[in-house]
């Protein structure tokens, strides 16, 4: 066990990162107001197909401006998969609304979006959609229930920098359309996050409740209650430098994916994950392992077992049904879903930084084998 660890995420800061960053501190631009926010706000909204960005603080932060710029609040309902960050049920309830948790697919580990017409309520406003783990989710027939139904979209795309569904960026869906900035997110800035909108009134509203809602005319005088989650110039300096490097990380990504593929294939009782379907091809965000009903161990044995190998994991979400803290509020009472109760519980994953050399994924996929049989 004398080999470094390997740990689940590195973030990749050898472009322009510092050249941009000493931009900053050579001109004194460090707060909000600098140029590179309108810069990155401006390529990245490009790069998904958005007519406005606009960067927060944080991909929570995000969710929360999407949530109150649509005007959900009490008496709303807003689905969402249970197999999900608690965010995304924590932004629905800050504005007052209600979330309403959908079941996964076992296969995708999205939500499954067969299971929504039944959860729409004359109450239901919206459906928060959240690719996950580097797998899109079904938006056509989503799509076609909020059409039918009147319901906003509002899309997380924090995992899915890169990912296409049938061609077309995640991101592009949503009525607001969410992203995560964190380190083990695709491109990085730190702490940091991006709503973005086609509809310009939705796009001002964003940028009006990240900004404290002040007025231009009057400053100091409100009209509607907003927060301050501006992104300072310096992480969108960061943040432009890797999005320069999006495709590039992308095909790094895709190319550790298609190699474990390669290595784990055939491990017994191991569900890896779906290398493409017919709407995408897998971006590999993070590469998951779901341990089947008929497999020994659970997650927390398997991560043990490679920790005290020198390989990094993460546990899978824990859904937002089982939630103590949601429990409490009188939340999803007596709700059972069981595929989404499954993947907390045998389902976690394993290093897949851009960058990972052969060497490594031998060595990670060498301990899968000893640790999961094989
Ligand atoms: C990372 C993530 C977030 C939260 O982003 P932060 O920047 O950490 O606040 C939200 N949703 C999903 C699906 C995520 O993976």
Redesign the pocket.
Known sequence: MAESFIPVSTPRLDGNEKRYLAECIDTGWISSEGPFVRRFEEGFARSVDRASGVAVC??????EVAVQALGLGPGDEVILPSF??I??VGAILRAGATPVAAESDPRTWNMDVTSLEALVTDRTRAIMV???YGLPVDMDPVLDLARRRGLFIIE?A??AHGLTYKGRPCGSFGDMS?F???P??LITTG???MVLADDPTLAERARSLRNLCFQPQQRFVHEELGSNFRMTNLQAAVGLAQLERREEFLAQKRAVGARYQELLAGLPGVRLPVAKTDTAENAY?VFGLVLEPEHPLDAPAAMAGLAERGIGTRPFFFPMHEQPVLRRLGLFAGQNLPVAEMLARRGFYIPCSVGLGEAELQRVAEACRAVLGG
């Open positions: 944080n991909g929570t932060a995000a969710l999900t960050i965010s995304c959240v690719h996950t997380d924090a995992e969410c995560s900035f964190y083990n997110k702490e940091g996050g965000w």
